[in-house]
């Protein structure tokens, strides 16, 4: 087996393992950490594909800042554990409303998709030597996307203003 | 040598499909937000492979952009969590019922 290919499968096999302990936890401090681990598989796949800076943002920017804000809500609010006003013991495709609906709607997904992709015979294969640089992403970056990367500087602006907004302690008059 | 295009799109899939079941199955809001974040990162995993297969370099802008949309989301997602807790003290997500008719 090549390398790559060996790579593909346990990158995979730790974010697909990963991802699913993320939602099986009840402490919100483990799901938190668990999903920096999924990110980090996620980033050596992206390094399989060619794309180092894609791979780069996502450990700095998801795994370093995202996550991190994540953890600092968790910390501040120190609810640990998760309330329900179900019985624990009961599986969750049997439990009430939109949790079954939710269940069954993920493995039809699974299911689907992987019933469409398996029949699609010549899907297969990456050309060769077509690798993109971060030099490329730049040039593209600041040239043919220059406008939706300025709009994004107002996204950020806006939701740095509705967060502080929205997390102000209300003063009682 | 590369694992072939389906095998990355089957991957994504199922990835998607854990953030699906984590948003309806779990019942905390944060957990409710790491599911969108797995949904987000599955999406942006689909977007790289195409843009390899293609041979271009738009799907790694277009990641760019989403994971731009995801810090912001999960600025202000965070920040309404929190105002949720002060009002509530919970973090169940069938604490807030007032707008439901």
Do not use: C
């Not at chain 2, 949309?69 to 003290?89: P, S």
């Amino acid at each position: 087996m090549a390398p790559e290919i060996f790579a593909f499968y346990a990158f995979g096999a730790v974010a697909i393992t990963a991802s699913l302990l993320v939602i099986a936890q009840r402490n919100p401090i483990y799901s938190v950490l668990l999903l920096i681990a999924s990110f980090g598989a996620l980033s050596g796949l992206y390094v399989l594909l060619d794309a180092p800076f894609v791979a780069a943002i996502q450990i700095i920017v998801y795994a370093g800042a995202i996550m991190v804000l994540f953890l600092f809500v968790v910390m501040l609010l120190n609810a640990p554990h998760e309330e329900t006003d179900y019985d624990e013991r009961v599986h969750p495709l049997l439990r009430p409303g939109p949790m079954r609906f939710g269940a069954a709607l993920a493995v039809l997904l699974v299911v689907e998709l992987v019933w469409a992709l398996g029949r699609g015979g010549e899907t297969g294969s990456f050309p060769g030597g077509a690798v993109t640089s971060v030099t490329d992403v730049g040039r593209a970056l600041f040239t043919d996307y220059a406008f939706p990367f300025e709009v994004t500087s107002i996204l950020i602006l806006v939701a740095m203003l509705g967060a502080v907004v929205l997390a102000r302690r209300e003063e009682r008059g | 040598m590369m694992a072939p295009l389906a095998d990355y799109l089957i991957l994504s899939a199922i990835l998607f499909a854990i953030g699906t079941a984590g948003v309806f199955v779990r019942r905390n809001l944060i957990t409710i937000l790491l599911s969108i974040e797995i949904m987000l990162n599955a999406v942006n995993l689909t977007f790289v492979a195409f843009g390899r297969a293609l041979a271009s370099v738009d799907g790694q802008i277009i990641v760019f952009f989403v994971m731009t949309v995801a810090a912001a989301e999960a600025a202000v997602g965070l920040a309404i969590v929190i105002a949720l807790y002060r009002h509530r003290e919970s973090l169940n997500p069938d604490s807030w019922t007032a707008l439901k008719w």
